[in-house]
């Protein structure tokens, strides 16, 4: 087993036992299905707006080289610096190096999740910058150096008690039991940090082909901020993110906002095409974007997977998982949860390391039915066992079928092994859980079944 | 070393594409059985209004829905019916909140409103510093359209006064004319396009309800870091 994979089992095995954890995964997740269904009742057809959200997709991601040049062309056009990163070393060292030549010092941080993916705040840090990050879940698990829990939700896990015991010891505030003081402690202290920031990092949630622009959405007014005062911008972007045109938001807007977290529309979705232009009041001198590959194409050549791209990253496949809403979001260790993360981080991290989180599966289908881009994720997962025993096969698997093939081809053999089991089984239950246990693996959670006291066969011929 | 590295990335990234998609994906929705509609390459967007929300067709209707989104999203909605009774309503709200400083930017909407408040002003016409905004009480903007389906403010750096009067100061009052009032997102768009046809602002944010927050046990908080209040008045 790799070091992810047998961590994973670690902490999966855990959390599992862990009743407050899923307890608390529980209450956040409770209300999900019912306010998300309130609003997609609203739609006058979900089912069609998902297939055009496929569809649109689809074609984005399946004509992404004429579609990023369209984009980077638009926004170089008015002003914005476009940068090509192929890894994440590189993405890294193209951020520091505009900070560097700013002179800058101070970073704002609205949520980047490829961010998270290429360890940005570290090597920010390392690099000798203070950076803050503004949402306020992220600045939550920030403050206690932790990775987001839920790539919508990162303090998800976290009761107000812990939050308020945080901000006690990191920020020297009193204790407070009410979310709504907790809030106003963190806008207090961000306030002051957007004014004095040198410069602002966000990601993006779409990026428009056809008129240079990124979209953000978001509902704190954060990311709003962030790119509002500080005198750079840099937006960092997954080079799947694009949208061939401007009204194509008109549909993804409202669907992501209502597939993943039950809203009509999140309370700012604000698309940036540039620097502060001549004669507007505001805004940063200097806007950046820069498109980050980190094998996103090593995933668009799997043909058949390749429509895990079409992902806006909503989180719903996440919050209707079984598997996520009893292990949670740390256990995955990796930077996308869930479903959707489970199919790609293999492509993003490389499938013989990775290829346990297909088996974090009950392949029940929910996260594939609730996809408001149809993402085909639970066959990937399939696949990906598929793939993975391909290239790396399994070398006691033959000779396991081959006896087996053996024993069900000899009736005597059949029959007689149906007999020692019988009598196996009255011993079983003096080992039963432990070492020597051959069936430990079934035994430690659940009882064995019974050996029919006849079989079938013994029972026909005694009716003859 | 390469003399331009960063072409080269630019040349690498898009020669992998290019060799990824030598092999063609299946069409989008094939394994979920039948596709609800028949699939027209490139044609979806044409028919995104038929899969959104329902909205009606006259002024009335347009403006209950509105008026009811913005009332679940916690947002005031006062329909107005003169100057004069934006002017006495503004007044209104300045008094009770107890406002000293203004910031606003200049528009034939605020203007005048702003100036009856006879508060002192931070406009964002010619810049502005960025503490002297934080310390207003009240950001008062003008804005591009209303949008019915969703009960969204539309605002850009140009209509509304730049990028931050609509999110730094701790209430955000929206004035709005009637003919304003737009039925949906796909109508937002078209507007958008035509209206800045010549070249688009730096910044377009549909604003929908006061800047919130869930962060904490998914309980909603109003006033995150944006404005805890967001008022729209109509005439
Ligand atoms: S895979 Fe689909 S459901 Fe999951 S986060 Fe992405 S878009 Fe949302």
């Known amino acids: 087993m790799t070091p992810a994979a047998s961590q994973f089992k670690k902490n999966a095995t855990a959390l599992t036992a862990d009743l407050r954890h899923r307890a608390l995964i529980r209450t956040a997740l409770k209300k999900y299905e019912v306010v998300r269904d309130d609003k997609v009742s609203r739609f006058q057809n979900w089912q069609s707006a998902r297939q055009s959200a496929a569809e649109i997709k689809w074609d984005a991601v399946n004509h ?99 939050i ?87 549909l993804f807007l409202p669907m992501l906002a209502t597939a993943g977290a039950g809203q009509v529309m999140t309370g700012y ?102 996809c408001p881009v149809k993402i085909d994720l639970h066959h990937h997962l399939l696949q990906s066992r598929r793939n993975a025993i391909a290239q790396k096969p399994v070398w006691w698997e033959k000779p396991l079928f081959q006896a087996l093939a053996f024993l069900f081809n000899h009736a005597g053999l059949f029959s007689l092994g149906m007999k020692l089991g019988r009598i196996g089984q009255v011993f079983h239950p003096l080992i039963k859980n432990t070492g020597i246990d051959p069936v430990r693996a079934w035994t430690r959670s659940r009882e064995l079944p019974k050996v029919a006291p006849q079989t079938f066969r013994e029972w026909w011929q005694t009716r003859k | 070393m390469v003399a331009n590295p960063k072409m080269n990335e630019r040349e690498n990234i898009l020669g992998r594409i290019r060799e990824a998609l030598s092999l063609p994906a299946p069409i989008p929705g094939a394994h979920h059985g039948e596709p609800s509609h028949p699939v027209s390459e490139c044609d979806a967007a044409a028919h995104i209004p038929e899969w959104l929300p329902r909205v009606g067709v006259t002024f009335e209707e347009q403006i209950a829905l509105f008026r009811t989104n913005a009332t679940e999203l916690k947002a005031d909605f006062l329909l107005l019916d003169s100057q004069e009774e ?103 768009f078209a507007l958008l396009k035509t209206k800045y046809a010549s070249g688009y602002p730096s910044l377009i944010s549909f604003i929908t309800g006061p800047s919130r927050t869930g962060d904490i046990e998914r309980i909603l908080v109003l006033g995150a870091h944006g404005p805890k209040k967001l008022t729209i008045l109509c005439v």
């Open chain 1, 164 to 250: 308020s015991d945080l901000f006690s010891k990191e920020l020297g505030t009193a204790p407070t039991d009410s979310p709504e003081e907790l809030t106003m402690i963190a806008r207090r202290v961000l306030r002051d940090k957007y004014i004095t920031a040198d410069i602002g990092i966000s990601g993006a949630n779409f990026g428009i082909a056809e008129t240079g622009m990124i979209s953000i959405t978001e509902n704190e007014g954060n990311a709003r901020l962030t790119c509002a005062l500080p005198k750079v911008h840099i937006a960092l972007m997954g080079i799947e993110k694009i949208l061939p045109k401007l009204e194509d938001l008109a």
């Open chain 2, 86 to 188: 934006l002017v006495a309503k503004l007044r209104e709200i300045a008094a009770a909140e107890g406002w000293k400083k203004v910031a606003t930017h200049s528009h034939e909407l605020t203007d005048d409103a702003c100036a009856a408040l006879g508060l002192p002003m931070v406009r964002t016409d010619n810049g502005y510093e960025a503490r002297d905004m934080e310390s207003c009480d009240v950001g008062i903007s003008a804005c591009d359209a209303l949008i019915a389906q969703t009960g969204s403010v539309l605002v850009t750096s140009q209509s509304a006064g730049g990028r931050a009067l609509s999110v730094l100061p701790p209430h955000h009052v929206v004035l709005a004319r009637r003919e304003q009032l737009i039925a949906d997102l796909p109508s937002a």
């Open chain 1, 269 to 370: 979705n604000t698309m940036y095409g540039g620097p502060r232009q001549p004669g507007e009041a505001d805004g940063p001198e200097a806007f950046h974007v820069v498109l980050l590959d980190n094998n996103r194409t090593q995933l668009l050549a799997d043909a058949e997977q390749r429509d895990a791209l079409h992902c806006i990253r909503c989180g719903g496949c996440l919050n209707v998982c079984p598997i996520y809403k009893n292990i949670g979001g740390h256990a995955y260790g990796a930077t996308y949860q869930g479903p959707i993360g489970a199919v790609i981080t293999p492509h993003l991290r490389g499938l013989q390391q990775w290829k346990h989180l297909s088996f974090a599966s009950s392949l029940c289908g929910a996260c594939t039915q609730t």
């Open chain 1, 64 to 162: 992404l080289d004429t579609h990023l040049v369209e984009f980077a062309r638009n926004l170089e056009a008015r002003g914005t610096q476009v940068h090509w990163a192929s890894n994440a070393a590189q993405a890294r060292e193209i951020i520091i190096g505009i900070i560097q030549e700013r002179k800058a010092h101070s970073i704002i941080k609205s949520k980047v999740m490829t961010g998270e993916e290429i360890h940005l705040n570290d090597a920010l840090e390392k690099a000798g910058f203070e950076v803050v990050e503004s949402d306020l879940g992220e600045y939550i698990v920030q403050l206690r150096h932790e990775a987001p829990y839920h790539f919508v939700f990162p303090a998800m896990h976290l009761t107000r008690g812990e």
